[in-house]
């Protein structure tokens, strides 16, 4: 089984920060970002990792933002180890294939989510309100359900604890108009193309979400991209609308929490070996099914 790393320390590198997943250095005029194994639920870091799952996220994001590079800049600089400066050489083990040079942002304050489809907090607000974030869909929308067309639903961003959902009014009152109207428009442009790709591969892409950051007075996309962590990834031979859709992601790891008396607050209980492994294939299955490649 593949080395787990839940955590990162590399003397003489300066921590900038440790979110979920990702563990985040300051190299001056750039940042390292480090893809731990680390899972979480229910926005509790898990004491358990996930074997593959940092390289299988690092190298899908690299994936996407190669294939997307013509709708939007972006911040990735490289993830070939052998391009790095010298004085992490000595850190190939933990660094090599998990990893990413990136260009550092001024991040905008907003999660930009894209919904195809109408699953997770979504379908939530859809029962109460027949409306996602303001915006109104037809009644008598299902579970699951394709929606007329693709929407933005941006969020609030939070570290730790709950993102909530918010209008587009609210995203121009905290950025403008002009850089409001911008994000919207490529995150849905990104959605659609992503989409369109994932489904020759067999995954429907039923929503997902993205950030982005400010570089030399431009918007360019960010952080992790269409990974299993940041959008929901269904099998398509085995969508049927009307109710949840199995998924790429933690949806074993998520069942097997439900089904405790865990309170959801940490610390989280540990993982049966079995829940770790089918949750590892499920994230190597997505990666291979998309590049076509088996995680070297």
């Known amino acids: ?5 839940l955590t990162t320390e590399f003397p003489g590198l300066k921590l900038y920060k440790r979110g ?5 250095y300051d190299l001056g005029d750039k940042l390292l970002v480090v893809s731990t194994d680390r899972i979480s639920a229910f926005d509790v870091i898990l004491p358990c990792g996930i074997p593959h799952k940092g390289k299988v996220l690092n190298s899908i994001s ?3 933002f190669d294939l997307i590079q013509d709708i939007t800049g972006h911040h990735l600089i490289t993830a070939d180890f052998a391009q790095y400066p010298k004085e992490l050489q000595q850190y190939k083990d933990e ?3 998990r990893s ?4 550092k942002t001024q991040v905008l304050p907003v999660e930009c989510v894209v919904r195809g489809y109408l699953s997770g907090s979504g379908w939530k607000e859809y029962q109460k309100s027949q409306s996602i974030c303001g915006i109104a869909l037809p009644a008598g929308l299902k579970e699951s359900d394709k929606l007329p067309q693709v929407i933005f639903t941006p969020s609030t961003k939070a570290d730790l604890g709950h993102d909530m959902n918010v209008s587009q009014n609210y995203v121009e009152e905290q950025i403008g108009k002009a850089r409001a109207k911008e994000l919207k428009e490529t995150s ?3 959605y659609k193309k992503a989409g369109e790709y994932a489904l020759e591969k067999g995954i429907i892409i039923a929503d997902t979400k993205f950030e982005f950051g400010l570089f030399n007075h431009e918007i360019i996309l960010i952080d992790e991209v269409l990974t299993p ?3 929901r990834f269904w099998p398509k031979d085995e969508y049927i609308p009307g109710r949840a859709c199995p998924s790429f992601d933690k949806q074993f790891v998520r069942d097997y929490l439900e089904s405790l008396k865990w309170d959801k607050t940490p610390p989280a209980p540990p993982l049966p070996e079995d829940v770790i492994e089918k949750t590892a294939q499920k994230y190597l299955e997505a990666y291979q099914r998309l590049t076509g490649e088996k995680l070297a």
Do not use: H, P
């Not at 089984?1 to 790393?5: A, C």
């Not at 990413?100 to 260009?103: A, E, G, Q, T």
């Open 1 to 5: 089984m593949s080395k787990i790393i």
């Open 20 to 24: 979920k997943v990702r563990d985040v």
């Open 62 to 64: 690299c994936f996407w």
């Open 95 to 97: 660094l090599a294939g």
């Open 100 to 103: 990413m040079l990136v260009k």
């Open 188 to 190: 849905i442009a990104i």
């Open 229 to 231: 962590d940041s959008s």
